[in-house]
C-alpha cells in the first residue's frame, strides 16, 4: 500500500473507496443471480411476458444490481467515512489493513437480533387479517431453498443500497444543512427514514405477486419491513455495515425459509 494509492485510503479519509465497492458491486451481481430461481417462483407470468428471453433478462437485472451496488457502494462509504459508517471487516480484508480497534465484534448479537426481529415480523402478520401470499410460492422444501438464495439479495444488495447508500447520504445531508457536526439525533433520523424507504422499495415486488392495493396492506408491508430496516440500521451505525448484513440475512431466513417449513409439517 502507498500513499499515493487512492483506493486504499483508510475508513475515515474523504478518498475513493473503488477496491472495497467493487467487491459490493461482485457480490451484488452473484447475489442478484442467486434470487432468480426464487423471483422465477413466485412472478412467472410476468417474467415470461418480458420481451426478451428469460436467462437474457435476469442476467440484465444481475449486471444492473451489480453496477448500482458498486456505484451506490462507492457513495455510501464515500459520504460515511467522516461519520464513522463503514464496512470495517471487509475494509481489512480487501486493503490488508488491521481493523480499526474501536469496532468491537457482536456477530450473535446480529443474527440473534434479526431472527427476533423475523418473528417479530410473522407475529404481527398473524394479528388482524390473514396474510396473502402469491398461489405460487407455495411451502416446504421447494420454497424453502428457493428463499434460501434469496436471502443472499436481501443481506447484501439491500444494505448496500439502503443501509450504507442511504443512512450515509441522510447523515452528511442533515450535517451538511445543520452546518454542526453530526450528532446522534441525525443517526436516528437517517435510520427512520431509509428504513421508511426500504419499506415503501417492497411495494412493487408485493402487488406483483398479488397483494391488494389497500392502504392497510399498504401500511403492513411497509411498516413490517421498516422494522427490520430499523435494526440494520443501528447495527450499521453501532458495528458496521457487515453486522447489519448477517441480521438482514438471519431475519430472510426466518422468513422465507422456517416459516415455509413450518407451514409444511
Known amino acids: 500500500m502507498t500513499q499515493s494509492d487512492p483506493s486504499t485510503r483508510g475508513p475515515h479519509s474523504n478518498g475513493p473507496h473503488l477496491k472495497l465497492a467493487l467487491l459490493f458491486g461482485v457480490a451484488g451481481i452473484l447475489a442478484t443471480l442467486a434470487l432468480s430461481p426464487y423471483l422465477v417462483a413466485v412472478m412467472p407470468l410476468k417474467l415470461a411476458a ?8 435476469l442476467a440484465a437485472q444481475a449486471l444492473q444490481a451489480g453496477v448500482l451496488c458498486w456505484a451506490l457502494g462507492w457513495l455510501g462509504l464515500f459520504l460515511g467515512a467522516r461519520f ?14 488491521p481493523r480499526d480497534p474501536s469496532r468491537q465484534a457482536r456477530w450473535w448479537l446480529a443474527a440473534l437480533l434479526g431472527v427476533l426481529a423475523a418473528l417479530l ?20 422444501l421447494g420454497s424453502a431453498w428457493r428463499g434460501a438464495l434469496a436471502s443472499f439479495y436481501g443481506g447484501i444488495v439491500e444494505e448496500i443500497e439502503c443501509r ?21 439525533w441525525m ?17 412493487p415486488g408485493a402487488f406483483a405477486i398479488g397483494i391488494a392495493h389497500t392502504p392497510l396492506a399498504i401500511a403492513r408491508i411497509v411498516l413490517l419491513n421498516a422494522l427490520v430496516g430499523l435494526l440494520t440500521g443501528t447495527l450499521f451505525w453501532k458495528y458496521g455495515l457487515e453486522h447489519a448484513m448477517l441480521a438482514h440475512f438471519c431475519a430472510d431466513l426466518v422468513l422465507h425459509v422456517a416459516v415455509p417449513l413450518a407451514a409444511h409439517l
Open 50 to 57: 418480458a420481451p426478451v428471453p428469460l436467462w437474457v433478462l
Open 84 to 97: 464513522g459508517l463503514d464496512a470495517p471487516w471487509l475494509r481489512a480484508w480487501v486493503y490488508g489493513q
Open 121 to 140: 415480523v410473522v407475529g404481527i402478520q398473524l394479528i388482524g387479517s390473514p396474510w396473502h401470499h402469491a398461489p405460487d410460492m407455495g411451502a416446504g
Open 164 to 184: 450504507l447508500f442511504l443512512v450515509s447520504l441522510f447523515v452528511w445531508l442533515l450535517a451538511w444543512i445543520t452546518r454542526q457536526q453530526a450528532r446522534s
Open 187 to 203: 443517526f436516528v433520523v437517517a435510520i427512520g427514514l431509509a428504513a421508511l424507504l426500504f419499506g415503501a422499495a417492497h411495494l
